[in-house]
């Protein structure tokens, strides 16, 4: 009888657990690569639940994963990416009433506080699959490079960034 209820227990706490997250997905987005970070790499995903936006997900080897919600990301810039204790390349998003969202992107460019800004469409693509589109150059964005700003040997800050379809060779 005991391991009735063991078996019993099991399969509600394995039932309850599939309903809550069956139908959450993951979707990666775009890659990032930080010179200013000895070259790190991080992944930012959609966190999807049931094909709607409930925020972001970056991952960065040997961290904790970052769970950005919707909410927070429409209200104020969260870092990403922080130099010397700074946050030094932050993210922001908002729905544009299209099934689209902008994706604003801010970077420390020269220290101590002069931000500078780059703005990328998140959008559907026919086949429903979700893609990057840099709004200036209306192509794909796939993997974002952040090269280093340094100063007498230290790094200060993030000097440009290139937007690619695919990896950046370094």
Known sequence: MERLCHHLLF???????????????KVSLVSAISEPEKNLERTIYLNLEN??????????????????SYETLAQTYVPIVAVAGIDAFLIHGEALGTGEYL?????????????????????????KKW???????????RWIHLKARTFLGMTVGIESYRLSLSKPQI
């Not at 994706?103 to 086949?127: C, M, Q, V």
């Open 11 to 25: 399969f509600i706490l394995s039932a309850g657990a599939t309903q809550m997250y069956g139908q959450t997905e």
């Open 51 to 68: 094909e709607s936006i409930r925020g972001l997900i970056v991952t960065t080897p040997g961290q904790e994963d970052q769970v950005i």
């Open 103 to 127: 994706i604003s992107l801010r970077y420390l460019s020269k220290a101590p506080a002069t931000l500078e800004s780059f703005e990328l469409k998140l959008a559907r693509d026919g086949d």
């Open 131 to 141: 893609r990057l589109i840099d709004r200036l150059q209306g192509e794909e964005v």
